[in-house]
């Protein structure tokens, strides 16, 4: 089952509260019980007219859903409830209405939604005003459905806009992932390009030029075409260096990127790092365990915080991923790394700590 991302959280969040303001109309059970108790009428009626509701408000907390995962105006279910809406108003449950226009605002116009609000309320005043002169207890009634009107329409609008934006931030989170790993693979393109280019220019022109002695010196040619052979070998040699190594990995750069990718898998992280003293090679062998331990909390932790410190040579990565026991590490992960850090004169160990987390801790030479 996929663990809920941070994006899933808050959609959960702004999802529920505005059901909160679209189940106001749960209100008109109240209703119902009042006029129970006022009217002689058959129970009938009112058992019906309490399914209607339930019926109302399953349907209000379907259309800002859809709005959510940015679907088509469902415009069925729309005049459905306006019908029930419009129904169950007619039997004093007005509160009805405000949580329709609620429910229709994601999907119309912010000035058609603003006009159907004043003219409920108008044509609302209208109906009061010849059916019983407008009292002043049913003025604040007025105003109170006004009010929550008003407060409907907003929060639905005011909680799809947040949704918006915590949406296109967590995409932006994700660009800025993809932009890291983009940069990194050109940079080591980069890399390849400054080591082989000069490399294979030089042998196109050594050979060629074997090609123009062969005929008339055929010892200068063998001779270009060792010096050849030799020159392959060694930018071979050059070019699986960079595979293995990287070359010499740019700790702030590797910082930098470690922090986007686990802040853009909703892994909140936190860098505290002094590496102006270090030296290159502790500065590659600390970048390449920086990575090694970033990829470990990606890949086999559930983690929500990660904390990276370097100080006098010393790192420590912390996490609170750990959701089971510990295996033994990977002879081409943490154990491999174990011993090119012992063999430049470091310590590294990985385990979990006391308070449920998970510690890397690898101390170099600095």
Known sequence: MRRPTR????????????????????????????????LDLPRQVFVAAGVLLLVFMALATRPFRIAVRGGPRPTA?????????????????????????????????????????????AVLVVVLALTMGLPVEMLSAVVVLAVFTGIGVGGVLANLWLWRVAKEAHEGQEARSRLAVSEERLRFARDLNDLLGQSLADVSARTARAAGSLPGDPAAAERAMFEVRDLARRSLREVRAVVQNYR??????????VRA??????????????????????????????REGAT?????????????????????????????????????????????VGAAGGVLRAEPTSDGGYLLRAAVPA
């Open 7 to 38: 994006l899933d959280k808050v959609r959960w969040l702004i999802v529920y509260s505005t059901d909160i303001i679209l189940l106001v109309s749960a209100t008109g059970f109240y209703n119902l019980y009042v006029l129970g108790q006022s």
């Open 77 to 121: 279910l729309l005049a459905v409830a306006g019908v029930l809406a419009l129904v169950l108003a007619a039997g004093t449950i007005l509160y009805t209405v405000p949580v329709w226009l609620a429910m229709l605002a994601p999907f119309v116009r912010r000035r058609t939604i603003v006009t159907l609000s004043v003219g409920w309320i």
């Open 296 to 340: 470990n909390v990606l890949k086999h932790s559930k983690a929500e915080r990660c904390t990276i410190t370097i100080e006098n040579g010393v790192l420590e990565m912390s996490n609170d991923g750990v959701s089971g026991p510990v295996g033994e590490h990977a002879a081409n992960g943490l154990a491999g790394l174990a011993q090119r």
């Open 248 to 257: 010499a990995l740019d700790l702030d750069e590797v910082l930098s990127s």
């Open 261 to 290: 990718v686990l802040e853009a898998a909703e892994v909140r992280c936190t860098v505290r790092a002094d590496t102006t003293a270090l030296a290159p090679e502790a500065r590659t062998l600390l970048a390449t365990v920086v």
